[in-house]
């Protein structure tokens, strides 16, 4: 048997260990300087923020069943959207979060699939050593055989390295990636004079991922959290309380952010994120022609109203020009003015979609529900995703459509009205 065929039986076979990942990203980034976190920053020359490429290259490289992100404590759920809106720039990530489903509870996110990890977005402690053991807690349910510690505001990590801890710790118990420092080490006292020549051969920069067996760290966690000491990072509580922690190969590419420079062509600029709202009723008439999304649906009632009545395009564009803070679609185009007759809302839309794009905004996606008691729209679905994302010249990932019914109640239950909302997220 070969060398390799004998490492690639022993990486199939580590390989259904289970893990979970935890990113801390719960600091207050105060040496960053300005109004964001680092975390929730714009890579330059890349889609996707700092939070979203640090994640993204562990939904390839090991078996996960939940990741928890720790957020800024007290921040509450304007730091947990913000930390999901962060996510959703990279479109690796975002196409792992359209798999995902609200769970039990606010900002839970599960999945059906057992090859696809849960998310949790959680609020974190203090220091760093509180996030982690507070997401250590919650991990429990779960049980994972490895947890992999990974800084939320280091983005360069590779899947090569990842994979280099899973596999360490999957042997060894515990591991962390690290590198040789360059420059001679010295030990100083408190007043700055060198008390120790430290020798460079036998020293190491310690980075991230870090891998554990989960629940001796658990254990470590809570013995660390009750003795009043503060520990730096995850190796130096599992050393004291378990058992020797074994070094994996870093990268001097692996680094963490710390200030603006650790960003290749970052200077002032900074990713701004907004959201609309977009809310739209027709009374249902015969005569009229129903339209929903660009689509005429079979229906013997229609919309009533000044233009071709098509609810959805309409909240669809009022929540755009609300995200965009350019007005609304009654702003735009008036029912008064008898041009905007049976006016083709495809049309209305793709016009305020240009001058908002012209605008510097970009689309992160649209959610949408229509509530209609008959008739069905599921099997009209996907078609109307597909002529939004036409209107906008968008991808496959950033529109969806929902539809409910008035359960026999009000003018939409009665069949007299039907209603849309959509949200929206733009930024640049």
């Known amino acids: 048997m070969t060398?390799?065929?004998?490492?690639?039986?022993?990486?199939?076979?580590?390989?259904?260990?289970?893990?979970?990942?935890?990113?801390?990203?719960?600091?207050?980034?105060?040496?960053?300087?300005?109004?964001?976190?680092?975390?929730?920053?714009?890579?330059?020359?890349?889609?996707?923020?700092?939070?979203?490429?640090?994640?993204?290259?562990?939904?390839?490289a090991v078996p996960l069943s939940i990741i928890i992100v720790t957020v800024q404590a007290g921040g509450g759920d304007s730091a947990k959207s913000t930390a999901y809106q962060a996510l959703s720039m990279s479109p690796v990530v975002h196409q792992w979060l359209t798999k995902l489903h609200p769970g039990e509870r606010k900002y839970f996110?599960?999945?059906?699939?057992?090859?696809?990890?849960?998310?949790?977005?959680?609020?974190?402690?203090?220091?760093?050593?509180?996030?982690?053991?507070?997401?250590?807690?919650?991990?429990?349910?779960?049980?994972?055989?490895?947890?992999?510690?990974?800084?939320?505001?280091?983005?360069?990590?590779?899947?090569?390295?990842?994979?280099?801890?899973?596999?360490?710790?999957?042997?060894?118990?515990?591991?962390?990636?690290?590198?040789?420092?360059?420059?001679?080490?010295?030990?100083?006292?408190?007043?700055?004079?060198?008390?120790?020549?430290?020798?460079?051969?036998?020293?190491?920069?310690?980075?991230?991922?870090?891998?554990?067996?989960f629940q001796p760290l658990l254990e470590a966690h809570q013995k660390a959290a009750a003795d009043g000491c503060t520990y730096t990072d995850d190796t130096e509580i599992w050393s004291k309380y378990v058992s020797p922690v074994y070094i994996t190969g870093g990268s001097v590419e692996n680094k963490k952010i710390t200030f603006t420079q650790d960003i290749p062509g970052k200077a002032e600029t900074v990713m701004t994120i907004k959201t609309?709202?977009?809310?739209?009723?027709?009374?249902?008439?015969?005569?009229?022609?129903?339209?929903?999304?660009?689509?005429?649906?079979?229906?013997?009632?229609?919309?009533?109203?000044?233009?071709d009545g098509d609810v959805l395009l309409h909240a669809i564009t009022d929540a755009l020009l609300g995200a965009a803070a350019m007005g609304d679609i009654g702003s735009f185009f008036p029912p008064s003015e008898p041009e905007w007759k049976d006016a083709d809302s495809r049309e209305l839309l793709r016009s305020v979609w240009k001058q908002i794009t012209d605008a510097g905004w970009h689309l992160g996606n649209i959610d949408c529900v229509i509530a209609l008691e008959t008739p069905k729209l599921l099997p009209f679905r996907e078609e109307i995703c597909k002529s939004i994302k036409t209107i906008l010249g968008t991808d496959d990932s950033s529109v969806f459509v929902k539809a409910k019914t008035g359960e026999k109640l009000g003018p939409v239950g009665t069949g007299e009205a039907v209603e849309a909302w959509a949200t929206c997220l733009l930024h640049k």
Do not use: W
């Not at 060398?3 to 960053?32: D, F, Y």
């Not at 929903?292 to 229906?299: L, N, Q, R, T």
């Open 3 to 60: 060398t390799m065929t004998m490492m690639n039986q022993k990486e199939m076979k580590i390989n259904t260990v289970s893990a979970g990942l935890i990113v801390p990203a719960a600091g207050l980034s105060s040496r960053m300087g300005g109004n964001i976190k680092k975390e929730f920053l714009p890579l330059s020359g890349c889609q996707g923020t700092v939070l979203a490429a640090a994640i993204e290259p562990f939904l390839s």
């Open 109 to 213: 996110y599960t999945a059906q699939n057992d090859n696809i990890p849960c998310l949790l977005l959680t609020e974190g402690g203090a220091t760093r050593q509180q996030s982690v053991y507070k997401a250590l807690q919650q991990m429990a349910q779960y049980k994972p055989d490895i947890v992999l510690i990974h800084d939320g505001a280091r983005p360069y990590v590779t899947k090569d390295i990842i994979q280099g801890v899973y596999y360490k710790a999957c042997e060894k118990n515990a591991a962390t990636c690290a590198i040789s420092p360059v420059d001679t080490q010295k030990e100083i006292d408190g007043s700055g004079m060198i008390i120790r020549h430290l020798n460079r051969d036998r020293l190491v920069a310690v980075q991230t991922p870090q891998g554990f067996r």
């Open 276 to 307: 609309g709202l977009g809310y739209d009723r027709h009374r249902l008439v015969t005569g009229r022609k129903l339209r929903i999304g660009g689509i005429i649906i079979p229906s013997e009632k229609g919309e009533d109203g000044h233009s």
